[in-house]
T-cell receptor, first 113, second 112 residues
Framework: DQQVKQNSPSLSVQEGRISILNCDYT??????FLWYKKYPAEGPTFLIS?????DKNEDGRFTVFLNKSAKHLSLHIVPSQPGDSAVYFC????????????FGKGTMLLVSP | DVKVTQSSRYLVKRTGEKVFLECVQD?????MFWYRQDPGLGLRLIYF???????EKGDIPEGYSVSREKKERFSLILESASTNQTSMYLC???????????FGSGTRLTVV
């Protein structure tokens, strides 16, 4: 039973345009959400997060939106750059005290010049 | 530069062997995690530890065990390697209460 779903395995965008990566979740107990970025042959790196008490968090070119009623979050990258080409993982957590994360399957973003 | 170091980048082991994957972090983090990454399945949690000598099962602990004798080191043990354990293994650490993990570069294990 997949609790965090990234239904798009891949996304292609032109440089300078907006990239929108989507994530849906089923567990209503999730209260913290994160995005990680992974380049080939490297471990994932933390990108941006959002608490369930907020609906938006922005960090430079990256913005995460949370729609709790729809159990949906999205990552917007504006403007997209070729260096953003990577696999993006959505992750979510229940406040259990253990800081464990449940990850989605990932979306491969390709930004072409 | 803070880091999580996984001892091997690539490993090839035979079916039935006992395999040790080592992970060391230099950030004095309380939490350490082992995930495996498989195509089409994302990252799945195998085991985690929130303190020295403490361990908890994740979502897919079968066939694995772990050891955390020192705060900086978290070992994943495949008791008897099988071909379905061929995967990319990722170690991560975080401060207590912090979800921003620092991951290692991964160990790609092939069991033949």
């Amino acid at each position: 039973d997949q609790q965090v779903k990234q239904n798009s395995p891949s996304l292609s965008v032109q440089e300078g345009r907006i990239s929108i990566l989507n994530c849906d979740y089923t567990n209503s107990m999730f209260d913290y959400f994160l995005w990680y970025k992974k380049y080939p042959a490297e471990g994932p790196t933390f990108l941006i997060s959002i608490s369930s008490i907020k609906d938006k968090n922005e960090d430079g070119r990256f913005t995460v939106f949370l729609n709790k009623s729809a159990k949906h979050l999205s990552l917007h990258i504006v403007p997209s750059q070729p260096g953003d080409s990577a696999v993006y993982f959505c992750a979510a957590s229940v406040d259990s005290g253990y800081s464990t994360l449940t990850f989605g399957k990932g979306t491969m973003l390709l930004v072409s010049p | 530069d803070v880091k999580v170091t996984q001892s091997s980048r690539y490993l090839v082991k035979r079916t039935g062997e006992k395999v040790f994957l080592e992970c060391v972090q230099d950030m004095d983090h309380e939490n350490m995690f082992w995930y495996r990454q498989d195509p089409g399945l994302g990252l799945r949690l195998i085991y985690f530890s929130y303190d020295v000598k403490m361990k908890e099962k994740g979502d897919i602990p079968e066939g694995y065990s772990v050891s955390r004798e020192k705060k900086e080191r978290f070992s994943l043990i495949l008791e008897s390697a099988s071909t379905n354990q061929t995967s990319m293994y990722l170690c991560a650490s975080s401060e207590r209460g912090n979800y921003g993990y620092t991951f290692g570069s991964g160990t790609r294990l092939t069991v033949v």
